[in-house]
Nanobody
Framework: VQLQASGGGSVRPGESLTLSCVGS????????IGWFRQAPGKEREWLSG????????YYADSVKGRFVVSRDNSKRTVYLQLNSLKPEDTAVYYC?????????????????????????WGQGTLVTVSS
């Protein structure tokens, strides 16, 4: 299993950006993709996630209403649309996969996978928001 995140770049405040996370070597659609970011000098922050089979979405309070997660299973790609970007959104953004989500209590409880459950991480993509 491999993940590749892309789509980062430099934008101005208020603009939007869409990140992509492409998965390869997945045997099925029964997994969970999470999006994270890490700003310089700060801890990694969970942002959003999606159960790939049904498309249930989850968001951190800090980005709810601004970021939108979606997936295209035919392309094995999960997207994170970043809207109304702010300078404080500047960070390296990562996607990761929980391969055991559908056999976990988190699935049955309709909860996102916690950070500890992710098995494979993609390389990050840098988002810079500056005027």
């Amino acid at each position: 299993v491999q993940l590749q995140a892309s789509g980062g770049g430099s934008v101005r405040p208020g603009e939007s950006l869409t990140l992509s996370c492409v998965g390869s070597r997945f045997g099925s659609e029964y997994y969970f993709i999470g999006w994270f970011r890490q700003a310089p000098g700060k801890e990694r922050e969970w942002l959003s996630g999606i159960s790939v089979n049904e498309g249930r979405t989850y968001y951190a309070d800090s980005v709810k209403g601004r970021f939108v997660v979606s997936r295209d299973n035919s392309k094995r790609t999960v997207y994170l649309q970043l809207n109304s970007l702010k300078p404080e959104d500047t960070a390296v953004y990562y996607c990761a996969v929980d391969l055991n989500y559908y056999s976990s209590n988190y699935y049955y409880l309709n909860q996102a996978s916690p950070t500890s459950e992710y098995d494979v991480w993609g390389q990050g993509t840098l988002v810079t928001v500056s005027s």
